[in-house]
């Protein structure tokens, strides 16, 4: 039986000459702290929510703090779940802060609003940390299809106020916007689609961010549970595969940056981490029993999936690639 080309996402790398793919100098350290979240997206391919219970313990994020510190590391993204529901997410923050490291969050917005968040804009403004929030559009319909009722509303309220604090309107400090379509389907090109979201959340709520980062839906997890249910997830896999696009290998994110679970255990790209794929045989499993220096021309991790991350002007958790 033939193997459809969007399971074999080796062969396309072949076909390029772009394989074997292995990671280049390490940059940054992206830090999923747990599942636990105040949402529950239908696209969330962490999937994240309310009851979930896996979450950083604190000698864990003692011994990342360690290891970044012997390791010159200068930039740490933390994510979830919601990151800041996680206890010890406040020191892990300032102990980063405390070494130099630059520190991006990627916040839900409506996290905001929760029991215990109400100084977490002011908290965040005091430091610099840059932003990545989750706001799939600029209508109300479309964030709702996709992140539940109320969303949008808390959304706008949280994004007026870190405006308030300074964010999108002072030079340091950096609020950034993710884009992800609510169905199958490949992002608009990121600059157009910026555009016409600072025009509509300007007009409509006296908005300001700094950039759109578009990001394709990939097909594992919840939003896999979501194609098969409706009988999409052949035509979305090929659709992907179709949109294979070379320019887009050289700057992913899974060559520079390095996947790091609630556990400390080490991933090629926070996808990865979702599918417990992990980095290529007889590398050390946790980050703290590795150097920098050994991840350098290491082997990637590669699946179907990975066409997502490749498809038209590409994907990464910093938006289009090419």
Request: proline share 6%; charged share 20%.
């Amino acid at each position: 039986m033939d193997i459809p080309v969007y399971h074999d996402f080796q062969q396309t790398l072949r076909q390029h000459r772009l394989f074997p793919l292995t990671r280049a100098a390490l940059n940054e350290l992206q830090i999923n702290l747990g599942y636990l979240c105040n949402q529950a997206c239908e696209h969330c391919h962490v999937e994240a929510g309310p009851k979930r219970t896996e979450m950083m313990s604190a000698a864990t994020m003692d011994k990342i703090l360690d290891w970044a510190a012997h390791n010159d590391i200068r930039r740490a993204d933390l994510t979830g779940g919601a990151p800041e529901l996680i206890p010890g997410f406040r020191r892990f923050v300032d102990g980063f802060l405390g070494l130099g490291v630059a520190v991006t969050s990627r916040c839900n917005l409506t996290v905001l609003f929760e029991p215990g968040q109400e100084d977490l804009a002011a908290w965040y403004a005091e430091r610099g940390v840059r932003l990545v929030c989750s706001l799939p559009c600029y209508t109300a319909e479309n964030v709702e299809a996709q992140r539940g009722k109320g969303v949008f509303g808390k959304s706008i309220a949280a994004l007026q106020q870190l405006n308030g604090r300074g964010y999108g309107r002072r030079d340091d400090l950096i609020i950034d916007l993710v884009y992800n379509p609510v169905g199958p389907t490949l992002p608009p090109p990121q600059a157009g689609l910026e555009n016409d979201y600072k025009v509509r959340l300007k007009t409509d709520f006296g908005i300001d961010f700094n950039n759109l980062l578009t990001i394709t839906n990939l097909p594992i997890n919840r939003f896999e549970h979501f194609l098969k249910r409706t009988g999409q997830l052949e035509g979305y896999l090929q659709l992907l595969a179709d949109n294979f696009n070379p320019a887009t290998v050289a700057p992913l994110m899974c060559r520079h940056l390095l996947s790091v679970d609630w556990r400390g255990y080490l991933y090629d790209c926070d996808f990865n981490q979702m599918l417990q794929l992990p980095m290529a045989a007889g590398r050390p499993k946790q980050l703290w029993h590795i150097t920098r220096a050994q991840l350098e021309d290491a082997p990637i991790a590669l699946g179907r999936h990975c066409f997502g991350c490749t498809a038209g002007a590409g994907s990464s958790c910093g938006g289009a690639l090419a």
